[in-house]
């Protein structure tokens, strides 16, 4: 495939990375972030929230986008059946330690119209009706393993914990290479360091305003992993021409988190 003359951030599945070409096509046409979603660590979660990940290595994953100089974004939900109160910690030390850059968490939402939703109502479990509280930050349903308090509070604790400096450079220190450490740091460290900004960004809209930085950190980042087997001089990268919803909810929660 021929590069776009763009970077870019996408998404995929476990199962997409893992199979045939596709994940070094999309990283020789300038993908250098890729969003994830591993969802939960624990199988029997699987078998009722995503089946396709059954199976399926998580560290073959992030190894692989790793080696084509793809940074990770993993995905996480919080409040199945299965978890715990020991879920939150479980998570965010195996993200760490796999080197996951960034992370987005989410608490488990039955939206309307789903089979999730019908299962929870015929149950009695469902306890908030208002829709703007549908989305993957507030609890509207009775946990089946905790409280509802327990899943808030871990939800932003998984956060927190996550972006703390001692665990940004303990994923760091997990990269293969100098650059590609320094690189995590700066993606990473940079979200905490700058969060007031961040904010600002946010609430004024403005989040178009800081394209440039985000495309020289994603085109750094690209090349120096690439640099191995490939010459800088021969990437074709340009300009990202938008940032996902997906990259401005993470940038919001991160932010949320810290305040």
């Not at 039955?110 to 939703?117: E, K, M, Q, S, V």
């Not at 980042?221 to 490939?230: C, E, I, K, Q, Y």
Request: hydrophobic share 40%; glycine share 8%.
């Amino acid at each position: 495939m021929r590069g776009m003359s763009r970077v870019f951030q996408g998404a995929s599945t476990v199962a997409a990375i893992l199979q045939g070409d596709l994940i070094e096509r999309a990283a020789e046409a300038g993908m250098r972030s890729v969003f994830v979603g591993f969802e939960t660590l624990d199988p029997e979660n699987l078998l009722h929230a995503k089946r396709q990940n059954l199976s399926r290595s998580y560290d073959d994953a992030i190894r692989r986008c790793h080696e084509l100089g793809v940074m990770v974004n993993g995905s996480f939900v919080f409040g199945l059946d299965a978890d715990g109160p020991d879920v939150f910690q479980r998570t965010v030390d195996w993200a760490v330690s796999r080197s996951v850059e960034t992370a987005t968490f989410h608490i488990m939402t039955p939206y309307p119209g789903t089979a999730l939703h019908q299962r929870m109502t015929a149950e009695g479990r469902i306890t908030e009706t208002d829709w703007d509280l549908y989305d993957t930050r507030h609890v509207v349903y009775a946990p089946r393993s905790m409280t509802a308090t327990q899943l808030v509070n871990g939800y932003w604790d998984a956060y927190r914990d996550f972006y703390r400096w001692p665990n940004i450079i303990c994923g760091a220190r997990g990269q293969e290479t100098v650059g590609a450490a320094t690189r995590h740091l700066l993606y990473a460290g940079g979200w905490k360091k700058f969060e007031p900004l961040w904010d600002r960004v946010i609430k004024a809209k403005r989040v178009g305003a800081m394209l440039p930085l985000l495309e020289q950190t994603l085109d750094a980042f690209g090349r120096a992993r690439s640099s191995r087997s490939t010459p800088a001089a021969s990437l074709a990268i340009g300009p990202i021409r938008s940032v996902t919803t997906t990259g401005v909810r993470y940038l919001s929660d991160t932010v949320r988190a810290q305040s």
